[in-house]
């Protein structure tokens, strides 16, 4: 639909679980994006990669981490996640960083346990 | 503090009427402004985006103000529809980052028949 796909769109997971969440997009795009959204919160910005290259991190917990192994595909390496990072993760891309549209992924709904 | 509101949790209006949404933000230079839908589990989509310089942008049935002295943006949906009942978002692109958009939190709207 938009370009962007994200799997698994489900995920439940323990606090010591690993896991890892993946987007790929389809669109040549050179920027990517994770954001996390809580109920009743705004979207939350935690990284963005622009040609594999991460050009901002937004004080996000260790436990989460990125890889960008080239420009179409995006990793979020979860470990020891807590019941508060339950939350819909969402991938966006963009031409580059700073332009005008981003094309979102469907998101993958988190639940820690 | 820096803020981004969206006058409302929920908005419900009658079909065929106009729906106004507003976005006002505090302490921010935005250098564009940007509306997003976004429907239940699913990624925000892009709508429309409006640059500092601009006051009015439209598109079919949307239109988006901004007031850089007031800090405010409207949203417009003219001869609305049950099909427009979703969740829109507000993001404002900063100057001072290329790489960060800021979203509001939300106005769900629903238009009933």
């Known amino acids: 639909e938009t370009g962007v796909t994200q799997t698994p769109r489900h995920l439940v997971m323990g606090m010591t679980n690993k896991k890892s969440l993946k987007c790929e997009q389809h669109?040549?795009?050179?920027?990517m994006y994770w954001y996390k959204q809580s109920a009743k919160k705004p979207l939350e910005l935690m990284f963005v990669y622009s040609l594999e290259e991460r050009v901002e991190n937004n004080s996000v917990p260790s436990r989460f981490s990125p890889e960008c192994p080239n420009s179409s595909h995006l990793f979020l390496h979860l470990h020891t996640l807590q019941p508060e990072d339950s939350a819909l993760y969402l991938c966006?891309?963009?031409?580059?960083?700073?332009?005008?549209?981003?094309?979102f992924g469907p998101g993958t709904r988190l639940t820690v346990l | 503090s820096q803020k981004i509101e969206q006058n409302s949790e929920a908005l419900n209006i009658q079909e065929g009427k106009t729906a106004t949404l507003t976005c006002n933000y505090t302490?921010?230079?935005?250098?564009?402004l940007q509306w997003y839908r976004q429907d239940p589990g699913r990624g925000p989509v892009f709508l429309l985006l409006?640059?500092?310089?601009?006051k009015e942008k439209r598109k079919e049935r949307l239109k988006v103000t901004f007031d850089t002295t007031l800090k405010q943006s409207l949203f417009h949906i003219t001869a609305s529809q049950p099909a427009d009942s979703a969740t829109y978002l507000c993001?404002?692109?900063?100057?001072?980052?290329?790489?960060?958009?800021?979203f509001g939190s939300g106005t769900r709207l629903s238009i009933r028949p």
């Open positions: 302490n921010y230079s935005p250098a564009y």
């Open positions: 409006i640059r500092e310089n601009e």
């Open positions: 993001a404002l692109a900063l100057y001072s980052s290329a790489s960060k958009i800021i």
């Open positions: 669109l040549g795009h050179n920027a």
């Open positions: 966006a891309s963009s031409q580059d960083v700073g332009d005008n549209e981003q094309f």
